[in-house]
């Protein structure tokens, strides 16, 4: 069984932003394998389907972002995955907007949602997606630019083709492991 959690902020102000990021791909998943996200356990909004044949659970956890370990402890002690089929995607500042990077454990970088869960987890040898959002311009506030919408029809396409390009990603971790991840990821043009 894979539980794959995507970050984000709960709430209709938040829809949509930088941030949610990890909210929108889990969308995506929802609607690809028509896996319906309607019920609330652990603090997260939950859906249990299959994709590519195996067992999922997508989650969002109903926490806020800083807060996200606090819900993914919950579920892990919930539905109980091993240790490399707990799947995180999230939104990275490092990375230029639409750019996508796949790592199989390792340090949060200065993603403060992974923080906590890493530090509530006591671990961090479990996958993540992160899709780029780019940094702020000069006179942005960081907080301001990942609680901010795409501004324009072309960066909401290439955010949306990102966030498809991360479905697909998860969904060939699922199927054939890391490797078959990073090949996807590299087709994409990605590294």
Same mark, same amino acid.
């Given at each position: 069984?894979?539980?794959? %959690?995507? $970050?984000? +902020?709960?709430?209709?102000?938040y829809?949509?932003?930088?941030?949610? #990021?990890?909210? *929108? =791909?889990?969308?995506?998943?929802?609607?690809?394998?028509?896996?319906?996200?309607?019920?609330?356990?652990?603090?997260?909004?939950?859906?249990?389907?299959?994709?590519?044949?195996?067992?999922?659970?997508?989650?969002?956890?109903?926490?806020?972002?800083?807060?996200?370990?606090?819900?993914? %402890?919950? $579920?892990? +002690?919930?539905?109980?995955?091993e240790?490399?089929?707990?799947?995180? #995607?999230?939104? *990275? =500042?490092?990375?230029?907007?639409?750019?996508?990077?796949?790592?199989?454990?390792?340090?949060?970088?200065?993603?403060?949602?992974?923080?906590?869960?890493?530090?509530?987890l006591?671990?961090?040898?479990?996958?993540?997606?992160?899709?780029?959002?780019?940094?702020?311009?000069?006179?942005?506030?960081?907080?301001?630019?990942?609680?901010?919408?795409?501004?324009?029809?072309?960066?909401?396409?290439?955010?949306?083709?990102?966030?498809?390009?991360?479905?697909?990603?998860?969904?060939?971790?699922?199927?054939?492991?890391?490797?078959?991840?990073?090949?996807?990821?590299?087709?994409?043009?990605?590294?």
């Amino acid at each position: 069984m894979y539980l794959i %959690v995507g $970050l984000g +902020n709960p709430g209709r102000k938040y829809m949509h932003t930088r941030h949610n #990021v990890g909210f *929108d =791909v889990v969308e995506v998943l929802s609607q690809k394998y028509d896996i319906p996200i309607q019920r609330l356990r652990c603090k997260a909004a939950v859906g249990e389907g299959r994709i590519r044949g195996q067992r999922v659970v997508l989650a969002q956890p109903q926490t806020f972002m800083n807060l996200s370990g606090e819900s993914v %402890v919950q $579920l892990c +002690n919930w539905y109980k995955p091993e240790d490399d089929r707990l799947i995180v #995607v999230y939104d *990275d =500042v490092d990375l230029p907007e639409g750019k996508l990077r796949f790592r199989p454990g390792g340090s949060a970088g200065t993603h403060n949602g992974m923080r906590n869960i890493i530090y509530l987890l006591g671990r961090d040898n479990f996958p993540r997606v992160r899709v780029g959002i780019g940094r702020p311009a000069p006179g942005w506030n960081m907080k301001d630019w990942v609680l901010a919408t795409y501004d324009t029809p072309e960066l909401r396409q290439t955010m949306f083709d990102a966030y498809m390009n991360a479905a697909d990603v998860i969904a060939e971790l699922i199927e054939g492991g890391p490797d078959a991840a990073r090949q996807l990821l590299s087709k994409l043009g990605n590294r």
